[in-house]
């Protein structure tokens, strides 16, 4: 299959894009969009067999549930029942934006869509180009990550033409992802929401406005969302998380690398010790700008595997609520939670 490129600079500009975007999806064609968190592998969610082939073209296994994104909150009554205040007021501080809530589905929802579960994740994105394509397809949009099952996610075009090119009628190529990794899923049909993955919008941000959540996302022994249970984000080389001051964490890269080719990826702050040991260093955005380190991630890890290492070892931040908390969560998933502790002090 030729996959077209159809490259969005801005929305008025580019409107017979957006227009052909719509028409593909109506025609229920899978295609590749930009939102704010990664490029999505969309489909029109109604479509049962458009669906399917969103299954098919990542490899994902069928028991891993898809958000549905929506162009405007209100569509949010269309696709689910049982809706609580609590789903309102979430909708209200950050919709559009990286949060999925899981609430109860109506039958409108195919269960292809919801691997057979009677709750959908819904989704109003933030991503003007996203919302403008949902607006034209006319339809609401079942749209996992458009990488291999498995790979980083992409937040470039050129990452979704990597996993995806021959494989998609299209390519929307809308520039980098301003947040750069995945929304928030937060479960609304318990008592006390809970929180299944975490994302774009923080702990603290869902606190606010909730009072109470439960964060125990990682919980031991149980498995809340499908997803949680896949390994995810993976380059080819294996991954390691370094932890460790920085000089013991350099001098044990130059060790490494004596019989074999390793990649580092560390904070912009680390760079020039690391660059010392020899090893391609690729930095992936400064410490003290979490956020600057979620939009670099993804991209770093892909770039890790492009300078030919053999073993990756990468830098995470310390843990709060913020944003940091997702890079952790992607990085240690990356790494199968292989982890290299150098100083127990530290
Ligand atoms: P992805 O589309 O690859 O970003 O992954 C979507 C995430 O949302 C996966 O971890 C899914 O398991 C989770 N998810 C989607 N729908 C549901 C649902 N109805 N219940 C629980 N988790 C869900
Ligand atoms: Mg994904």
Known sequence: ???????????????????????????GEVIAIPTETVYGLAANAL???????????????????????????????KLCEDIPESAYKL????????????????????GIVTAGLDT????????????????????????????????????DAKHVIEDLDGRVKAIVDGGRCSVGVESTVIDMTRETPVVLRPGGITLTQLKRVLGKVDTSFEAVGEVRSPGMKYRHYAPKAPVKVLIGGLSDAAEFIKKQSVNRKVAVICFEEEAESFKETGAPVIPYGRESEPAELARGLFDALRRADESGAEEIYAREPGIGEGIELAVINRLEKAAGYNRIILDMNQ
């Open 91 to 110: 909708a209200h501080a950050f919709w559009p934006g990286p949060l999925t809530m899981v609430l109860k589905k109506k039958d409108v929802v195919p």
């Open 47 to 77: 479509d049962e067999e458009a669906v399917a082939r969103i299954f098919e073209i990542k490899g994902r296994p069928q028991d891993n549930p898809l958000i549905v994104h929506i162009s405007e909150e209100y569509d949010l009554e």
């Open 120 to 155: 959908v994740g819904v989704r109003c994105p933030r991503g003007r180009f996203a919302r403008a394509i949902i607006r034209s397809a006319g339809v609401p949009l079942a749209a996992p990550s458009a990488n291999i099952s498995g790979r980083p996610s992409p937040t």
């Open 1 to 27: 299959m030729k996959t077209e490129i159809l490259k969005i600079r801005s929305i008025v500009s580019d409107i017979d894009k957006i227009r052909r975007a719509g028409e593909l999806l109506r025609g």
